[in-house]
């Protein structure tokens, strides 16, 4: 089972995403998505700096895939995911149907979280498009992913994203712009202040979201390091762990081992919140379930 | 008031360039209907098509007493075509695992009982569809998120969808370039209660509850609801989570839970939404002009009077519209009478509108 480090979700610092991969490219993960999948506004990395991080990883022997934005909105939107689809070196991740578009038939890809892959029948057009590997959407449960797996098309891997915030929905409307009142035009870039994003919690002072930008996350981190085993079952062909800022060499480690069959490192202290993991077993996503 | 007519200048100044090569179509009007009374009173108040949903998982709108089994589907059908109006049946969920049968065999009905169009989400199920039933209109909902005109076209060449209805994200200059580059008619919502997320993206009510509009066709049930009295503070939770929290004489809404109150850096506010509804009649010229096919009333989950207000003024608006283009104005009595049925104490453009974004 491959280790895969999911695409950086927060808006941070050129310096700070540039000493993060570099810690990368000496990890145990096998392979790293990358690029910018939230919000066009960002630019600290453009195309051609992912690009140049993405042929330094490939030195280092990883395998890189370049994943697109989740939300297309715009025609700049869409001139940005044109040369991604065309980029001729790096398979792509696509993350929404615009990007399929520009993919299927023309050259393998992967078929990102966000793309609703629920069902059987869907995972068997998407491998007729020329998908070679596909991403189970983040709200189902083990049940389903033992369906999925079971009747899945000969040579399409699966792949699960097991550790991290998740990312839960995605909006036009700019959440941390909003906070800070500003228009999403003129957001400042805010985004920048909060490493791993917003917290938003109850009135009751419960952690219960987090803001990032378009995008909301979940205040727990997801966590499925207790169920490799029977993902490895399933069948499944990449685990996907997703950055967070701080840790992510001893999660990592502590993954790598697990991958392989050992029992990896405890991931307390080393997350950014407490865990969840209630999807995995068809309870509400909030919720945590010990795995013994 | 004051507020929207002040942005309504910036939206019509910001869309000019928009409207350079006016299209000018009468845009149809598409309208919910949550069950048979619903149904007839849309098309008596002059709904162009009804769409409505099957007692079951298969739609987006799986509320206990809701919806069509196949005896009133059929009257409602034959009420429909004997006024000359349209019927859709929404099959916008997504069947999980190897369960596509049963939404497979919704098709099959819709297609036998000569409905004139199912709305569909899941590509599997499209392409099922296709395959099946050449003959059956295909919709793209909402829930299919696609929000480009690659996306739509892509849906366009592999199954030969004869409409899509864009999510509630783009502003309206956006929906026209999406409108220029696709031969897909695109209906948009015109009216109602008010997605923040991108539809068929947002996993947050199965985060907190286990069922989401994805999977069972549902946002924050009434089931995970719970109400708390404490003196004269009143809490409104979901599955125990604190979606708001009301002092005495404060309106209390139903927990939605982006349209809540929350925390956020010591701050209370609604952090997500506040709990408005949209209203775009304002914008029917510049929908007119784009090109846009169809507008759509959300609220199959509302009542028959809801659906009878909202379509009468709509029709009206329309009309009114269609008949002298370059005198069209909202009138204060549609206004008012959409503010009476509407959920929420206030009207938005939403991302129609840029600043709102």
């Known amino acids: 089972m491959k280790l895969s480090l999911g695409p950086v979700l927060y808006y941070w610092t050129r310096e700070a995403t540039m000493q993060f991969y570099a810690g ?49 909105e715009s025609e700049s939107d869409l001139k940005t995911l044109r040369r991604i689809a065309a980029n001729g070196d790096f398979t792509v991740e696509a993350n929404e149907m615009g990007a399929v578009r520009l993919l299927a038939g023309r050259v393998p890809f992967v078929a990102g979280p966000h793309l609703n892959i629920y069902n059987n029948e869907t995972l068997a057009w998407f491998a007729e498009l020329g998908a070679i590997r596909y991403v189970l959407p983040l709200e189902l449960a083990r049940d389903t992913l033992r369906e999925l797996q079971a009747s899945r098309p000969a040579a399409m891997q699966g792949e699960v994203f097991v550790y991290g915030r998740m990312p839960l929905a995605f909006s036009a409307r700019c959440f941390t712009a909003r906070h800070h009142d500003l228009p999403k035009d003129d957001c400042q870039f805010r985004c920048l202040d909060d490493a791993d994003g917003l917290a938003l919690r109850t009135r009751d002072k419960e952690p219960f979201l987090t803001l ?49 069959g050992r029992p990896g490192t405890s991931l307390e202290g080393l997350r950014v919140a407490p865990p969840c993991n209630g999807y995995w077993y068809g309870l509400p996503g909030m919720e945590y379930r010990t795995a013994h | 008031m004051g507020s929207t007519v002040v942005t309504l200048c910036n939206l019509h100044n910001k869309c000019q360039h928009v409207s350079a ?33 099957l007692k079951d998982e298969t739609n987006a709108r799986n509320f206990a007493g809701l919806n069509f089994d196949a005896a009133s589907a059929r009257e409602g059908l034959r009420y429909a075509h004997a006024a000359g109006a349209k019927m859709l049946l929404a099959i916008n969920t997504f069947p999980q695992g190897q369960a596509a049968p049963r939404w497979q065999r919704a098709i099959d009905n819709a297609a036998e009982l000569g409905i004139d169009a199912v709305i569909l989400a899941d590509a599997g199920l499209m392409r099922y569809a296709a395959r099946h039933h050449p003959q059956l209109r295909l919709h793209l909902s909402v829930q299919t998120s696609a929000t480009n005109y690659e996306a739509i076209n892509f849906y366009h060449e592999h199954f030969g969808i004869s409409r899509a209805v864009l999510p509630r994200v783009l502003s309206l200059a956006q929906v026209a370039d999406v409108v220029k580059n696709t031969p897909v008619p695109i209906e948009v919502f015109g009216f109602g209660s008010l997605c923040v997320m991108v539809e068929g993206r947002c996993a947050l009510s199965s985060y907190v509850t286990g069922e989401s509009p994805n999977t069972r066709g549902v946002c924050s049930p009434a089931k995970a609801v719970r109400w708390e009295r404490n003196g004269d503070i009143l809490d409104a939770r979901l599955n125990g989570i604190l979606i708001d929290r009301y002092a005495a004489g404060e309106n209390a809404g139903y927990p939605t839970l982006c349209k809540g109150r929350f925390d956020v850096d ?16 304002a914008l029917l010229p510049e929908m007119a002009n784009i090109g846009i096919t169809a507008i759509k009333i959300e609220g199959r989950q509302r009542s028959p009077a809801y659906v009878a207000a909202v379509t009468r003024i709509w029709r009206a608006a329309i009309d009114a519209y269609a008949q002298n283009p370059a005198r069209f104005s909202v009138h204060a009595d549609w206004s008012s009478g959409l503010a009476r049925v509407a959920e929420g104490q206030q009207h938005t453009l939403g991302a129609y509108h840029r600043k709102w974004k």
């Not at chain 1, 690029?35 to 960002?42: A, H, K, N, P, T």
């Not at chain 1, 990395?45 to 697109?68: F, I």
């Not at chain 1, 169920?227 to 701080?246: G, K, T």
């Not at chain 2, 010591?266 to 009649?281: D, H």
Request: hydrophobic share 40%.
């Open chain 1, 212 to 260: 990032n930008g378009i995008q909301t996350q979940s205040a727990l981190v997801y966590d499925l390091s207790d169920s490799i085993e029977e993902l490895r079952r399933f069948e499944v062909d990449v685990v996907r762990i997703s950055p967070q800022s701080r840790n992510m060499p001893e999660i990592i480690a502590s993954f790598r081992e697990r991958c392989a």
């Open chain 2, 21 to 53: 090569s006016p299209i000018m179509s009468i845009p149809e009007l598409v309208c919910p209907a949550g069950n048979l009374p619903s149904l007839k009173t849309a098309v008596d108040n002059g709904a162009d098509w009804v769409y409505m949903g």
């Open chain 2, 266 to 281: 010591e701050e209370t506010y609604y952090a997500i939404e506040e709990p408005s509804s949209l209203n775009a009649m």
């Open chain 1, 24 to 72: 990368v490219a000496d990890s145990g993960v096998d392979i790293v998505y990358l690029g910018e999948v939230v919000c066009s506004r960002r630019h600290n990395l453009r195309l051609d700096d992912w690009l140049g991080l993405a042929r330094d990883l490939t030195a280092n022997g990883k395998q890189v895939v370049l994943s697109s934005q989740a939300l297309i």
